[in-house]
């Protein structure tokens, strides 16, 4: 049990009066610890709307310097921050919003030399990367380390995302299998997003973590939710674990390793 | 024939395989999908030889590796 002081109390009022979350959901909240990889497009809503609702310790992971072509979607980030440790400007943020939670920071890209033992110390994962070597190597240490984790891709106007539950519901690979070769799939850098639509992504992938939480409806497993902003059309697409899955099926992947590093700057 | 395609009935003409479909739909990258036919995943290498039938549900679900 934890005992939230006043200030917490209002703070955390509008989650406490929620039926579904109540006040034992908002200290399940401020007793988890979650993962954000990748303070961009995708990890800035994630890291801002995390933090506002009380997630206790909460890591953010990048590598990246702010970029001034980073500020049309990566709203974590201002003007005065540019050249600035994305990890460090949003820690800023994210303390600021939240002063009672804990932010820790990695300076770093995540490899297979690092992942696991990263991703082991939180209940819940974000992938908010923007390469397959990245996505698919995350699956990876996830399944691995059974952490689950939400599963974000973004280009152009549209959408994607999954929950996993490692070894109950499919992971990434079941339905993605592997990279696509180099130089087939644009990236929001040589094809461009929308910034909103990284924002409308993020938003589901905060929401599917206090979710998983709180422990409170049904998350995106077994389904893959697409949707694409020009038709604003949103779509489920159901499926199941893959009893023969790479990473996760009968033989599935014993050990770590990093895939190629391709795609960040593929053209179309 | 009839087919569900990403959610959308169409009229498909009959006997093609997965590959004719993938031209049909322009999906011009066939590596830019991963393709499912009624719940289950198909490898690439059959697309060729998996002929398809009246009322197949596909769906083509593209790889997004956007997210910075």
Same mark, same amino acid.
């Given at each position: 049990?934890?005992?939230?002081?006043?200030?917490?109390?209002?703070?955390?009022?509008?989650?406490?009066?929620?039926?579904? /979350?109540?006040?034992?959901?908002?200290?399940?909240?401020?007793?988890?610890?979650?993962?954000?990889?990748?303070?961009? $497009?995708?990890?800035?809503?994630?890291?801002?709307?995390?933090?506002?609702?009380?997630? $206790?310790?909460? $890591?953010?992971?990048?590598?990246?310097?702010?970029?001034?072509?980073?500020?049309?979607?990566?709203?974590?980030?201002?003007?005065?921050?540019?050249?600035?440790?994305?990890?460090?400007?949003?820690?800023?943020?994210?303390?600021?919003?939240?002063?009672?939670?804990?932010?820790?920071?990695?300076?770093?890209?995540?490899?297979?030399?690092?992942?696991?033992?990263?991703?082991?110390?939180?209940?819940?994962?974000?992938? $908010?990367?923007?390469?397959?070597?990245?996505?698919?190597?995350?699956?990876?240490?996830?399944?691995?380390?059974?952490?689950?984790?939400?599963?974000?891709?973004?280009?152009?106007?549209?959408?994607?995302?999954?929950?996993?539950?490692?070894?109950?519901?499919?992971?990434?690979?079941?339905?993605?299998?592997?990279?696509p070769?180099?130089?087939a799939i644009?990236?929001?850098?040589?094809?461009?997003?929308?910034?909103?639509?990284?924002?409308?992504?993020?938003?589901?992938?905060?929401?599917?973590?206090?979710?998983?939480?709180?422990?409170?409806?049904?998350?995106?497993?077994?389904?893959?939710?697409?949707?694409?902003?020009?038709?604003?059309?949103?779509?489920?697409?159901?499926?199941?674990?893959?009893?023969?899955?790479?990473?996760?099926?009968?033989?599935?992947?014993?050990?770590?390793?990093?895939?190629?590093?391709? /795609?960040?700057?593929?053209?179309? | 024939?009839?087919?569900?395609?990403?959610?959308?009935? *169409?009229?498909?003409?009959?006997?093609?395989?997965?590959?004719?479909?993938?031209?049909?739909?322009?999906v011009e990258q066939p590596d830019m999908v991963?393709?499912?036919?009624?719940?289950?995943?198909?490898? *690439?290498?059959?697309?060729?030889?998996?002929?398809?039938?009246?009322?197949?549900?596909?769906?083509?679900?593209?790889?997004?590796?956007?997210?910075?």
């Amino acid at each position: 049990m934890r005992d939230f002081s006043d200030e917490e109390l209002e703070r955390y009022s509008r989650h406490i009066i929620l039926q579904d /979350v109540g006040i034992e959901g908002q200290e399940k909240i401020a007793n988890s610890k979650v993962l954000v990889i990748g303070a961009g $497009g995708l990890g800035s809503p994630v890291a801002l709307y995390l933090a506002a609702a009380g997630v $206790g310790e909460i $890591g953010i992971v990048d590598g990246d310097v702010v970029d001034l072509s980073n500020l049309q979607r990566q709203v974590i980030h201002t003007t005065v921050d540019v050249n600035v440790p994305k990890v460090l400007s949003a820690k800023a943020k994210m303390e600021a919003i939240n002063p009672n939670v804990k932010v820790t920071v990695y300076q770093k890209f995540l490899d297979a030399s690092n992942i696991l033992d990263i991703v082991k110390g939180y209940d819940f994962v974000i992938d $908010g990367t923007d390469n397959f070597s990245s996505k698919f190597l995350i699956n990876d240490a996830c399944v691995l380390a059974n952490v689950p984790y939400s599963h974000g891709g973004i280009l152009r106007f549209g959408g994607q995302t999954m929950t996993i539950k490692p070894n109950e519901s499919a992971c990434y690979a079941c339905v993605f299998d592997s990279p696509p070769p180099a130089n087939a799939i644009p990236t929001c850098s040589s094809a461009g997003i929308l910034g909103a639509v990284a924002g409308m992504l993020g938003t589901i992938q905060a929401a599917e973590a206090l979710k998983y939480i709180v422990g409170v409806g049904e998350p995106l497993y077994n389904r893959l939710l697409t949707f694409d902003a020009k038709s604003m059309n949103f779509r489920n697409v159901n499926f199941k674990k893959n009893p023969k899955c790479r990473v996760c099926g009968g033989e599935g992947i014993k050990e770590i390793r990093d895939y190629e590093a391709v /795609v960040c700057e593929a053209k179309l | 024939m009839k087919l569900t395609i990403n959610g959308d009935v *169409k009229e498909i003409k009959d006997g093609i395989v997965l590959s004719e479909l993938l031209v049909i739909e322009d999906v011009e990258q066939p590596d830019m999908v991963s393709v499912q036919l009624n719940d289950e995943f198909l490898t *690439k290498d059959t697309y060729a030889t998996t002929t398809l039938k009246e009322g197949d549900e596909i769906n083509f679900l593209y790889f997004m590796g956007g997210g910075a």
